[in-house]
């Protein structure tokens, strides 16, 4: 995926550096990429020594320019090959980075339902509805390995500052669920999920949506989002089109390609169709998902993290419901290492984008959370 004619994001092309540019393009025979000058970069949470990651997995939420983003945080060590250098000796910690500027600056907050060690209470049955319409409320579903294979549900009513739970998801039959959190709540107690499960050989995996008509006191099987893989489909990221419809990208692998596929629902999750490929190849071993955004003009933005050189944060724009998208869009490609990515995005009252993610300056610099504020123009 190297591009010869692609520079940093940071610089500002001026028009003789730009018609230069052009030109060599043109004699190269190559596309000229689309790129993200407006871009800015900030630290969200990095500490020498240590790792932070995947906050695609554990979910972002916004109040106008309030922003809270979930990731994991452990110690760093060197690993060899195509593992995260996490230190499995250390606890791994779940950790919320909070900005009330539109993410120009950030803190960081530990998680009222774990310990220091990193260890939780045993999930139990939720007894009384929660009210999804709350002004300040946010749903937070992880997987979690005990017991093996099951998954937790967490709810906040103040903006992700405490949280009640965790709370058993239903394993529907299914051998392991393993649930990121992806949501859209309909009304005061009525929630759609869509979680990722165990195959029928027990590997990873295929996405799955749920339902709960009865404030998050039992959840329904809805239906499958796709079929069967022989490689995985899973780590959706969704988004509601109109009353009835939805639109959702999966993260797919088979064999040694990944890519990130577009599903659509006209009947409210009910069933699905695909779209197509949308972005042809996310990199390494095992590729990097997707952030699906809505902005509030209609547009749609879908960034995703690619391991392959040259290493980065990118995008693409959808004008029309995901039917057709945009050329890639580069947040940022100087990263060191194709230890990165698992976006999550979220649009400010100005109507600039953050887009959130992990990432590293070098194979031996520890891994931390960043984050790009840019236009969507």
């Not at 052009?22 to 630290?43: F, K, N, Q, R």
């Not at 995996?205 to 709960?212: E, L």
Request: hydrophobic residues 35%.
């Amino acid at each position: 995926m190297s591009d010869p004619t692609k520079i940093s994001t940071a610089s500002i092309l001026t028009l003789p550096a730009f018609s230069t540019m052009l030109l060599l393009v043109c004699l190269l025979g190559a596309s000229l990429p689309v790129l993200a000058d407006t871009a800015e970069h900030v630290i969200v949470c990095k500490e020498e020594g240590r790792f932070a990651g995947w906050p695609g997995n554990n979910g972002i939420w916004s109040w106008g320019d309030e922003i809270v983003v979930g990731f994991v945080q452990g110690g760093f060590r060197r690993a060899e090959g195509e593992d995260h250098p996490i230190d499995p000796d250390e606890p791994e910690l779940t950790r919320f980075a909070r900005s009330l500027d539109g993410g120009q600056s950030w803190t960081i907050e530990k998680a009222n339902f774990e310990d220091e060690n990193g260890v939780q209470l045993p999930p139990v049955e939720r007894t009384e509805p929660v009210d999804f319409s709350h002004p300040d409320f946010a749903m937070r579903l992880r997987m979690n390995n005990t017991p093996p294979g099951h998954s937790r549900i967490y709810y906040s009513h103040d903006r992700c500052k405490t949280w009640e739970g965790p709370y058993k998801l239903p394993l529907f039959g299914l051998p392991e669920v393993m649930a990121r959190t992806d949501y859209i709540v309909n009304g005061p107690y009525d929630a759609l999920a869509f979680v990722t499960a165990a195959k029928a050989n027990k590997d990873e995996g295929r996405v799955f949506c749920t339902r709960t008509t009865d404030g998050g006191r039992t959840w329904k099987w809805v239906s499958w989002i796709g079929p069967e893989p022989k490689g995985f489909t899973i780590m959706s990221s969704t988004v509601r089109l109109t009353d009835s419809s939805l639109l959702t990208a999966l993260r797919r692998k088979e064999g040694m390609s990944h890519w990130i596929d577009t599903y659509c629902s006209r009947n409210d999750g009910k069933t699905w169709t695909l779209l197509g490929e949308r972005v042809a190849d996310t990199g390494a071993d095992e590729g990097n998902p997707a952030s699906l955004t809505r902005l509030r003009d209609g547009r749609l933005a879908m960034a995703y993290g690619v391991r392959a050189e040259p290493y980065g944060i990118r995008t693409r724009m959808s004008t029309d419901q995901g039917r057709n998208w945009g050329e890639e869009i580069v947040l940022r490609d100087d990263a060191g290492d194709w230890d990165l990515g698992y976006p999550a995005t979220v649009q400010r009252t100005d109507g600039r984008l953050v887009t959130l993610y992990y990432f590293n300056d070098g194979p031996n610099q520890p891994r931390y959370i960043g984050a790009t504020i840019w236009t969507p123009e």
